[in-house]
């Protein structure tokens, strides 16, 4: 009889495991005693009221206070330390870098607005960021959202800034700094903060398209994962060819120096129509977002009826708007509270 080897999992490691399901329990319901842990966990009674008397002897949470007893010794309730730790939350456009600092919990106690780093390199950034460390030593955790492809921190395609190609953004300020460090492409960021916000539904597939500054992009979701792609290429929506001569970006770049909006408009919904169809083809997404600074509800109507031109309608995914920047700060929001929750 062949025995089936179980992965090894050392007392350590599984010291963390029950930790960080405490984190998320405590994140999602703000306070619980420690049967409320127990159930919410799975893990015993025992074991949760020993971890969460490390984890208040080390500052992690704080004990605030006892509960109604029905008989016995009354029940502990705890909450996350808000002061324990910070995380900076970053994103990179051209003309403004955004910073958001948060605290333990998840809330946000400062955001600002500083000029723009990617026309003059990291230095710049380098700067600014070590503002926020000055201001704020508890910080631990580092979040980047930037305008370009992405392969594990390098930013390996970010056209127009050429300071920041090939920056390793991970390597460089894990090392110069000591903190954890993760750097997402914005689009990536928007579609994951658009899809936690509306529920997390994991058999949804999700194509989040936005002109922008940078030229145009796309985050995808299919069936809850971001996807990225073999080379981490995925999303790079300027180069699908929409014509026998044009791609998605000379079509639009096309359209915009055409200065007569009766003609530029119709242009411009013709190449968004011709993506939607091709993703529609390829992808089959249950939806398509646009940016609401960009599109209104009639071009929506407009795009829906020429992209049914092309593919048959009733395959066509839902059009809707939403909030660009709420979404991509929801995105660079939840991956900072998900690096704080990851501990060491």
């Not at 403004?96 to 106690?109: K, M, R």
């Not at 030229?215 to 971001?226: E, Q, R, S, T």
């Not at 997404?285 to 609401?292: A, D, G, Y």
């Amino acid at each position: 009889m062949n025995t089936i080897k179980q992965p090894f999992v050392n007392p350590k490691m599984m010291g963390e495991m029950i930790r960080q399901l405490i984190r998320a329990s405590l994140y999602h319901d703000a306070e619980s005693t420690n049967a409320e842990l127990a159930q919410n966990t799975g893990i015993s009674f025992p074991t949760i009221s020993k971890t969460l008397d490390e984890m208040n002897a080390s500052g992690e949470v704080l004990l605030t206070g006892l509960g109604l007893s029905s008989g016995g010794r009354r029940p502990r309730t705890y909450k996350l330390n808000p002061d324990y730790m910070t995380g900076l939350a970053v994103y990179l456009e051209k003309d403004f870098s955004s910073y958001s600092i948060l605290n333990y919990e998840g809330d946000v106690i400062v955001r600002e607005t500083l000029p723009g780093v990617l026309e003059f390199g990291p230095e710049l950034l380098t700067e600014q960021i070590e503002t926020f460390l000055a201001r704020y030593p508890s910080m631990r955790v580092l979040t980047l959202g930037i305008p370009g492809a992405v392969d594990n921190g390098r930013a390996f395609h970010i056209p127009g800034y050429e300071g920041f190609k090939d920056f390793n953004f991970k390597t460089f300020y894990e090392q110069r700094f000591s903190l954890r460090v993760q750097v997402e492409n914005d689009m990536n960021t928007t579609v994951f903060g658009y899809y936690d916000r509306t529920g997390n539904d994991d058999s949804l597939s999700l194509v989040y398209l936005y002109l922008g500054k940078n030229g145009p992009g796309a985050g995808i979701i299919v069936n809850g994962h971001i996807v990225r792609g073999r080379s981490f290429f995925s999303g790079e929506v300027s180069y699908v060819p929409v014509s026998d001569t044009q791609n998605f970006g000379q079509m639009l770049n096309a359209a915009s120096a055409i200065h007569d909006s009766n003609k530029s408009r119709p242009m411009h919904i013709e190449a968004i129509s011709r993506l939607v169809a091709s993703f529609t083809a390829t992808i089959n997404p249950h939806t398509v977002i646009f940016c609401s600074s960009e599109l209104t509800n009639f071009d929506l109507v407009q795009i829906r009826n020429k992209s049914a031109s092309y593919v048959p309608e009733e395959n066509l995914p839902d059009l809707v708007v939403s909030d660009w920047e709420q979404d991509y700060f929801h995105g660079l929001h939840q991956l900072t509270v998900r690096s704080m929750m990851a501990g060491d």
